[in-house]
Nanobody, 119 residues
Framework: QVHLEESGGGVVQPGGSLRLSCAAS???????????LNWYRQAPGREREFVAA????????VYADSVKGRFTLSRDNAKNMMFLRMRSLKLEGAAVYYC?????????WGQGTQITVSS
């Protein structure tokens, strides 16, 4: 069973930067490189929303308009890792950030990592 674990969250001031990591394991049937990966976030009282996605080979990324130009998504298929570099964080970026791995109709989620944006 695929297991995802996010890390790198914390408290940051507006305008600050953070890098989130997603460590993946449990790929018994298909390799990590066969999964598309995503980041989502959920703020208190709000629905979970899409942040960014990366293709299996890591050669293409898609970002939500709200983070485009400030967030950079990458993956390391040799290490089963995904990274989200965030800069110029805004107050509205405060949320629990989740990584997900999708292959076909099946998806797995991590438990999330909290980001607090506060001055």
């Amino acid at each position: 069973q695929v297991h995802l674990e996010e890390s790198g969250g914390g408290v940051v001031q507006p305008g600050g930067s953070l890098r989130l990591s997603c460590a993946a394991s449990g790929f018994t049937d298909f390799p990590f490189s066969s999964y598309a990966l995503n980041w989502y976030r959920q703020a208190p009282g709000r629905e979970r929303e899409f942040v960014a996605a990366i293709t299996r080979a890591g050669d293409n990324t898609v970002y939500a308009d709200s983070v485009k130009g400030r967030f950079t998504l990458s993956r390391d298929n040799a290490k089963n890792m995904m990274f989200l570099r965030m800069r110029s964080l805004k107050l509205e970026g405060a949320a629990v950030y989740y990584c997900s791995a999708i292959r076909g109709s099946k998806g797995s989620w991590g438990q999330g990592t909290q980001i607090t944006v506060s001055s």
